[in-house]
């Protein structure tokens, strides 16, 4: 039996080891090394990328970008929970609406992102549109700013935060809402005294999953943010590209993994973790 | 003083059935009410009527006097024990019992939560999650949830199926004890007619969306209105016209003289029940009657010649069921 767990969690754990640990090594190899003089990375090894991110620049960079990840998440959640509400109580429609859910999926993201920029621009469609009915006559500021990129990450992670909370919300024994209402508990009180708590491992699960991505967003910052809205994956996609600096977009890479471990971290030991 | 709840022509239906059809009842206040009937009877949408979970159709349900029909359950002064109970996995004990007392906003939280505790022997459990208590204690949190609300009448779903066997007996006695004692109206949805008899004081047995009788445990199960409700109180022989029930039917060895009420038999099988015996004998005109005999008395034997014998009270006379 044991040989049998043994060889069948082989494929799993090569795949893990090639395509996790030995890409992962090589981030913390070319983290220690230093830019070339054409690009790429040499020799000598030292910590000096890491020293070089204590410039506040960075830091503020940092902060930005969980200040974003963090009020995208929280949209995210607004509009989540409700809508994973209202698919867990349609019935029979309710695989229709979860692949409707999942529908954006089978787009390019990068295409979707594009659609937002042609509505959303000075010519676009909203602005236009809005001008034509004589509604305004200067095109709103809809784009290249931090609400154009909160707008894009819900847009893109609102999924990630649906599936899980609608997951526990299906799992939800009706007869605890008919016993809230029998105790004299109106639809809101119920709603806010037992489907949310019960619901809470999703939205905790939900939160997890949409901050993590949006944290480390790049495409929707440089697109929907115009440059004007700095990410810190903008920072090391720059790095990688024009800056050609791959050891300190390494480095930089790292730490913000890193910070994502030590929080999932602190979560887990402050009994988080009971909620997932 | 109106009663204290009064259905008055009460029909529900759903798209696919009619799930209860122009029922009508009363019950007095303190009492403790029974309606039974087999799966699909419609005693528990009954119930839901009563708690406001379902609308019904047509009808009126008069709480004190009041329609209270189209009132959302939040408004009504009823609760119910629910069949799987229902409590608040995220809330301990204490917290599923001040439940409603903090919606209705109600004085001395902490001393009616306490009454209530000791009321169904759950004082030092109050601090567990209902994953932490056993389905017994479960039960009683959940009866004391309701209780605590002091309601106008508490309705039971199917309260002792989800308990075992043995539990469920001693549940059972404890639960009328705590009826009297509280004096609030109870009533008890189940299809275990031994436990609407022991409990009720009033009985509805229901058979297809209607009532087929309303009375008195005695009354129903002694003068039952048709066969159907005979059969389901308990095993009837029918013997043509008339049934009689097996612990009415007396089987003996000695040689009486035959007659109407007592006929030739001879044994044909025999089972041993623990406390008594079911014997079943088959008459000289080819029926089968089942006979209860005390366990204190000499075993009889299969083919053996014998009497069985019974009194004209305890016939039964109902029509047979037409199809």
Known sequence: MNRLRFWTLVPARALNFLFFLVPMGIVVLYSLMTRGPYGGQAPPF??????????????????????????????????????????????????????????????????????????????GLINSGLMALGVIREPLPMLYNDAAVVLGLVYGYLPFMVLPIYSTLEKLDPSLLEAAADLGATPWVSLWRVTVPLALPGIVAGSILVFIPCLGAYLTPDLLGGGKSVMIGNVVQNQFTTARDWPFGASLSLVLTGLVMVLLWL???KGGDKYL | MP?????????????THVAVRDVSLTIDR?????????????KTTTLRMVAGF??????????????????????????????????????????????GLRRKGAPDLD???????????????????????????KQRIALARALVLEPDVLLL??????????????????????????????????????????????????????????????????????????????????????????????????????????RPASVETVMFLGNSFHVQAKLSDGRSVVTEVSRLEKPFAPAERVRVWWNQEDEI???????
Not at chain 1, 76 to 104: E, T
Not at chain 2, 216 to 226: F, G, H, K, S, V
């Open chain 2, 3 to 15: 009663p204290v709840l009064e259905l008055r022509s009460v029909s529900k239906h759903f798209p």
């Open chain 2, 30 to 42: 303190g009492k403790l009410f029974a309606l039974l009937g087999p799966s699909g009877c419609g």
């Open chain 2, 157 to 262: 779903d199917e309260p002792l199926s989800a308990l075992d066997p043995k539990l469920r007996k001693q549940v059972r006695s404890e639960l009328k004890a705590l009826q009297r004692r509280v004096g609030i109206t109870f009533i008890i949805v189940t299809h275990d007619q031994e436990e609407a008899m022991m409990l009720a004081d009033e009985v509805a047995l229901m058979h297809k969306g209607v009532i087929a009788q309303l009375g008195t445990p005695e009354d129903i199960y002694l003068r039952p209105a048709n066969r159907f409700v005979a059969n389901f109180l308990g095993a009837v022989n029918w013997l043509g016209e008339f049934g009689v029930r097996p612990e009415a039917i007396r089987i003996t060895r000695d040689l009486l003289p035959t007659g109407d009420r007592c």
């Open chain 2, 54 to 99: 379902e609308i019904p159709t047509s009808g009126q349900v008069l709480l004190n006097g009041s329609d209270i029909a189209p009132l959302p359950p939040y408004e009504r002064n009823v609760t119910t024990v629910f069949q799987n109970y229902a409590l608040f996995p995220h809330l301990t004990a204490k917290q599923n019992i001040e439940f």
């Open chain 2, 317 to 323: 006379h109902l029509p047979p069921e037409s199809a």
């Open chain 1, 267 to 269: 979560f887990v030991r």
């Open chain 2, 111 to 137: 001393q009616k939560v306490a009454q209530v505790l000791d009321l169904v022997q759950m004082k030092g459990k109050e601090e567990r999650k209902p994953a932490r208590l056993s389905g017994g204690e």
């Open chain 1, 46 to 123: 030292n910590l000096d990328n890491y020293v070089r991110l204590a410039d506040p620049l960075y830091l503020t960079i940092l902060l930005r970008s969980f200040w974003i990840a963090g009020i995208s998440t929280f949209f995210a959640m607004l509009l989540g929970f409700p809508l994973a509400l209202f698919i867990a109580n349609s019935g029979k429609s309710r695989s229709m609406y979860l692949n409707l859910v999942m529908l954006p999926f089978w787009t390019s993201f990068l295409v979707r992102t594009y659609a937002w920029m042609f509505l959303l621009r000075d010519t």
